[in-house]
């Protein structure tokens, strides 16, 4: 098998798809892992928005997504659907097999974030540190809920995934990509601030702790 790291391993479970294009949508407790997958990734893009909102500083993708916004003028939530068919594509090559989750999750988060930012009003003073903690935590419940269903990892967890099958560290991986895109979207202007170290500090930990305990415990074997 490709790696040795030990974190790899707690990973592994997100790639039980079956040889197909798509993996279909699996028959064990369907109602409930739907459910908190759409719950999971609505609250995804909520979280996103905040972060957005509170203009502290966002996560590393959405720096990318919000510089290329403000270069093209396309919203913000609309470049995180672009990116993640981008990302989708270099799943090719790594022969990464995308599950029903992982199409709900290019779809819905951008799309629920260009729904919130066009809702929400602005926020001012010491309300934008509480909208950015609030966003940071709920991203990481929120993680936990989509991840949790099983139905199939993100497009941007997949890469990483991918990659790491070909015997990286899946902590070199992720901290290369994240770094690479957090890099790219400050120079094309996406603000980079205590939200964005917030949300380094903090996701870790979070999903940790989340993803085991929020992951739908199946009846029988998907595999």
Same mark, same amino acid.
């Given at each position: 098998? %490709? ?9 592994? !479970? ?8 798509? #993996?279909?949508? %699996? ?8 459910? *908190? ?8 893009? $909520? ?12 996560? %590393? +993708?959405?720096?990318?997504? *919000?510089?290329? #916004? ?8 609309? !470049? /995180? ?9 270099? +799943? ?17 988060? =951008? ?6 930012? +066009?809702? #929400? ?8 540190? &509480? $909208?950015?903690?609030?966003? $940071? /935590?709920?991203?990481?419940? /929120?993680?936990?809920?989509? &991840?949790?269903?099983?139905?199939? %990892? ?8 991918? &990659? ?12 290369? &990509? ?7 979207? !400050?120079?094309?202007?996406? *603000?980079? =601030?205590?939200?964005?170290? /917030? ?25």
């Amino acid at each position: 098998m %490709p790696t040795e790291d030990p974190e790899f391993h707690q990973f592994t !479970w997100l790639r039980r798809l079956p040889s197909r294009v798509v #993996a279909p949508l %699996p028959h064990d407790r369907r109602v409930r892992r739907v459910t *908190q997958l759409l719950a999971g990734l609505f609250l995804y893009g $909520v979280s996103d928005s905040m972060l957005v909102i509170a203009r502290l500083g966002l996560d %590393p +993708w959405d720096v990318l997504n *919000q510089g290329l #916004a403000r270069h093209t003028g396309i919203p913000i939530g609309t !470049w /995180a659907i672009l990116v993640g068919v981008g990302v989708l594509v270099l +799943w090719i090559p790594l022969r990464q097999r995308p599950g029903v989750g992982t199409l709900a999750n290019v779809a819905l988060i =951008g799309s629920t974030m260009d729904l919130v930012l +066009w809702l #929400a009003p602005h926020v001012h003073g010491n309300d934008r540190w &509480i $909208v950015m903690f609030l966003g $940071v /935590a709920l991203n990481g419940i /929120a993680t936990g809920l989509y &991840i949790g269903g099983m139905l199939g %990892p993100g497009p941007r967890d997949g890469l990483m995934l991918g &990659i790491s099958a070909r015997g990286h560290s899946i902590r070199v991986v992720r901290t290369s &990509i994240e770094a690479t895109v957090l890099l790219a979207g !400050w120079l094309l202007g996406g *603000q980079v =601030g205590f939200g964005t170290l /917030a949300y380094a500090i903090a996701i870790g930990p979070l999903v940790h702790v989340l993803i085991p305990f929020l992951r739908v415990k199946l009846v029988e074997s998907t595999e």
